[in-house]
């Protein structure tokens, strides 16, 4: 499985990005898929997530804000991020879970700059 994430950019506080995570040589409906971040410093941490299923989970510093949603025909999930502050600020990461065999694969990241 090879992931593909795109769409960060620098952008001012309040405002919004939508990130994409392709998902090739797969089926994006057999894995759940996670969005991470990484700021300079500090440990990568859980974004939000969305099971095989559709089920979703937020960390408390972006519910409101972000949203996570896959188009399984497109094997695309995407991360929609309004309101965004400084401290978003961090490089984003894909990552797939296959659960039948426990596969876990990652994507190359992509910077995300909030900043006036």
């Known amino acids: 499985v090879q992931l593909l994430a795109s769409g960060g950019g620098l952008v001012q506080p309040g405002g919004s990005l939508r990130l994409s995570c392709v998902v090739s040589?797969?089926?994006?409906?057999?894995?759940?898929m996670t969005w991470y971040r990484q700021a300079p410093g500090k440990q990568r941490e859980v974004v939000p997530s969305?099971?095989?299923?559709?089920?979703?989970d937020y960390a408390d510093s972006v519910k409101v804000r972000f949203t996570i949603s896959k188009d399984n025909t497109k094997k695309t999930v995407y991360l929609q991020m309004n309101s965004l502050k400084p401290e978003d600020t961090a490089v984003y990461f894909c990552?797939?879970?296959?659960?039948?065999?426990?596969?876990?694969?990652w994507g190359q990241g992509t910077q995300v700059t909030v900043s006036s």
């Open positions: 990552n797939a879970y296959r659960q039948i065999d426990g596969l876990s694969s």
């Open positions: 040589g797969g089926i994006l409906n057999f894995n759940d």
């Open positions: 969305i099971t095989s299923g559709g089920r979703t």
